[in-house]
């Protein structure tokens, strides 16, 4: 099977587009994902969802797509079926169920984590996305809590919970506001930084760079120093790629 190469919507097949807002398949590409109608896909998997949801979804295209997330999870809460959304063939759904986790009150950071854990270890790579942007907001009002969890993650024999542990808290992040915090001091993330510094993953690479290539947008002594000290006690070429994206925002070597 070779993998999908549409760059846009209307790229993609009507029929394979009436199954992705059916809630029959997952998508395969993150155009796909963003061309899920939320609205139709709400109406084929939840039957009985008020009609005024449905309206309300309908109304929402215009918002971003993670506020849309996080409007879907919000309609369908009261659902009979909310709670089984994180095994839904959909990753639209499973993305859900993300936002659910997020929502639910009177939780404690540890076990939101809990929860959250199947979904940031999901197989689709939307899903694990929507795991880390969906509880970014308490890990990042809770640092001195979610710090010494993740870090423990950050040893875990999934690549996938390794690298949610680091994308999780990027003081810059994507599609995610940014953690003041972690942007004037970097070094509090340190310890979930220092088990990977030689990940074997690229997937968990690539999201350590990233994390320190934001970090050296304000901080670049800080980010020169580390990955100057991880090259002398960690000479392998995965140490060093890491570092290469690290600096490259700042014309390090």
Same mark, same amino acid.
């Given at each position: 099977? &070779?993998?999908?190469?549409?760059?846009?919507?209307?790229?993609?097949?009507?029929?394979?587009?009436?199954?992705?807002?059916?809630? !029959?398949?997952?998508?395969?590409?993150?155009?796909?994902?963003?061309?899920?109608?939320?609205?139709? !896909?709400?109406?084929?998997?939840?039957?009985?969802?008020?009609?005024?949801?449905?309206? &309300?979804?309908?109304?929402?295209?215009?918002?971003?797509?993670?506020?849309?997330?996080?409007?879907?999870?919000?309609?369908?809460?009261?659902?009979?079926?909310?709670?089984?959304?994180?095994?839904?063939?959909?990753?639209?759904?499973?993305?859900?169920?993300? #936002?659910?986790?997020?929502?639910?009150?009177?939780?404690?950071?540890?076990?939101?984590? &809990?929860?959250?854990?199947?979904? $940031?270890?999901?197989?689709? #790579?939307?899903?694990?996305?929507?795991?880390?942007?969906?509880?970014?907001?308490?890990?990042?009002?809770?640092?001195?809590?979610?710090?010494?969890?993740?870090?423990?993650? $950050?040893?875990?024999?999934?690549?996938?919970?390794?690298? #949610?542990?680091?994308? $999780?808290?990027?003081?810059?992040?994507?599609?995610?506001?940014?953690?003041?915090?972690?942007?004037?001091?970097?070094?509090? $993330? #340190?310890?979930?930084?220092?088990?990977?510094?030689?990940?074997?993953?690229?997937?968990?690479?690539?999201?350590?760079?990233?994390?320190?290539?934001?970090?050296?947008?304000?901080?670049?002594?800080?980010?020169?120093? !580390?990955?100057?000290?991880?090259?002398?006690?960690?000479?392998?070429?995965?140490?060093?790629?890491?570092?290469?994206?690290?600096?490259?925002?700042?014309?390090?070597?």
């Amino acid at each position: 099977m &070779t993998t999908p190469t549409t760059k846009r919507v209307s790229e993609i097949d009507p029929a394979h587009l009436a199954q992705l807002n059916a809630g !029959l398949i997952a998508a395969r590409t993150l155009t796909e994902c963003l061309a899920v109608d939320f609205a139709a !896909l709400m109406k084929a998997c939840l039957p009985d969802l008020p009609e005024s949801a449905i309206h &309300t979804m309908d109304g929402a295209r215009s918002l971003g797509i993670t506020r849309r997330m996080a409007l879907a999870a919000e309609l369908v809460s009261a659902h009979p079926l909310a709670g089984n959304l994180q095994d839904h063939p959909s990753d639209t759904m499973r993305g859900w169920a993300c #936002f659910l986790i997020a929502a639910r009150p009177d939780q404690s950071l540890e076990a939101r984590l &809990t929860a959250i854990r199947p979904l $940031a270890d999901d197989p689709h #790579f939307g899903v694990r996305e929507w795991a880390w942007l969906a509880l970014r907001p308490h890990l990042a009002a809770d640092l001195d809590q979610a710090i010494p969890v993740l870090a423990g993650w $950050a040893e875990d024999p999934s690549d996938r919970i390794r690298r #949610f542990a680091c994308e $999780a808290i990027r003081p810059r992040g994507v599609w995610s506001a940014h953690i003041a915090a972690l942007r004037q001091r970097p070094a509090l $993330a #340190f310890p979930v930084l220092e088990p990977l510094r030689a990940d074997p993953s690229r997937y968990v690479q690539d999201s350590v760079g990233n994390w320190l290539n934001d970090a050296a947008k304000d901080q670049p002594a800080v980010v020169q120093d !580390l990955c100057a000290r991880w090259g002398r006690e960690s000479p392998v070429p995965e140490t060093a790629y890491i570092c290469r994206r690290a600096l490259r925002s700042i014309g390090g070597k």
